[in-house]
């Protein structure tokens, strides 16, 4: 009987699988000829997503979700956090398989030679705010650039590898800025004394994209991409953004993705957009959350965040996707830790090889 089931489900699924090639190949036929068509064609395809969402169950027990999003090639390294191991750590993505570098630092960030992580903290117990690991997992260096400070976020200039920029409180009772810290002689400054949910410095350095509330004093106004000099004298909000959060320039500074809600305000979603101008273009649509794009070393691809468990906020794999919208993959099978918790798999970055 349960033979039978899995037969009439698996071949209910392929009927979708069929329907959905078709209905793809169609919308992307539409699309070449016509840009504008570009936005009803990713509508259709979330209702594709959403037609085989019912099978999401199943696939979780029988593996078939594999079919419906296969294994990605990937090059370069991938640097991750994940509680694999039952406890939050760093692992790194490489040659199809991922290795643990760190057990206690998470939120990783590759310094532009690619041979060294920025990491943060996994407890409060920890007495450091920031570690530098190579890429062996060895620690060379702690950095503390504040007693008793919070740090939330922390990454290198891709242009000068002996900054970094980090934000944050200096105290409990301080207001939150964004830092810089330059590693020769561990003197910081101060460059911007505002909120800032997430930020990312352009790769020449002279830019800092960050989300933050559109105005200050209206906390109910909602949220939005802004763009920002190196020295914080200068901000401009980046139109057709909002809501946007979590953005990272492309390697060659043109373009900045960020996760926004889709088209039908459902689903988290990952987003592009010109650095310089108000064009943007939606990258994927389907029926799941996802978080924290990064951009592949050339520019092509993303790394995100998947919630294809059904939790908004843990449970993630890691998926890549064409900078076009195409190719939508995952780049590991799905797997639990010892706990029988489904692997979170978290803030991906990404280096060469």
Request: proline share 6%; net charge neutral.
């Amino acid at each position: 009987m349960r033979k039978k089931r899995l037969s009439e489900t698996i071949t209910a699924l392929a009927a979708f699988v069929l329907l959905g090639f078709g209905m793809r190949g169609a919308l992307a036929a539409d699309a070449a000829h016509d840009p504008s068509e570009r936005l009803k064609s990713l509508e259709m395809k979330n209702a594709l997503e959403r037609m085989l969402s019912p099978f999401t169950a199943i696939d979780e027990v029988t593996g078939l979700s594999a079919m419906k999003f296969p294994i990605a090639q990937v090059s370069g390294r991938i640097a991750f956090s994940s509680n694999r191991s039952g406890s939050p750590g760093i692992y790194i993505f490489q040659n199809g398989s991922p290795t643990v570098l760190c057990r206690n630092g998470t939120d990783p960030r590759w310094s532009p030679d690619g041979r060294t992580i920025l990491c943060r903290p996994t407890a409060d117990t920890v007495q450091w705010d920031m570690a530098l690991v190579n890429s062996q997992g060895r620690l060379d260096r702690v950095l503390m650039p504040f007693q008793q400070a919070s740090i939330h976020q922390a990454l290198f200039c891709p242009a000068d590898p002996d900054t970094i920029y980090f934000k944050g409180r200096k105290d409990p009772y301080s207001q939150e800025a964004l830092f810089t810290l330059r590693l020769k002689d561990n003197s910081t400054q101060r460059i911007v004394t505002r909120t800032m949910e997430s930020f990312d410095v352009s790769p020449d350095g002279k830019t800092i994209v960050f989300t933050a509330l559109k105005d200050e004093d209206n906390p109910r106004g909602g949220s939005c991409l802004w763009l920002m000099t190196d020295d914080g004298t200068r901000a401009w909000r980046m139109p057709n953004t909002d809501n946007g959060r979590h953005p990272a320039f492309s390697p060659d500074g043109r373009y900045i993705a960020y996760i926004s809600r889709g088209l039908k305000d459902e689903f988290r979603q990952v987003f592009i957009a010109f650095a310089g101008g108000d064009a943007r273009w939606q990258a994927t649509a389907s029926a799941f959350h996802k978080d924290w794009p990064c951009w592949s070393p050339d520019g092509r691809r993303l790394c995100y965040e998947a919630f294809v468990h059904g939790s908004e906020t843990e449970y993630s794999e890691l998926f890549v996707v064409n900078a076009d919208g195409t190719g939508e993959s995952r780049i590991m099978n799905p797997g639990k830790n010892s706990s029988g918790q489904w692997f979170t798999d978290s803030r991906p970055r990404w280096a060469a090889p």
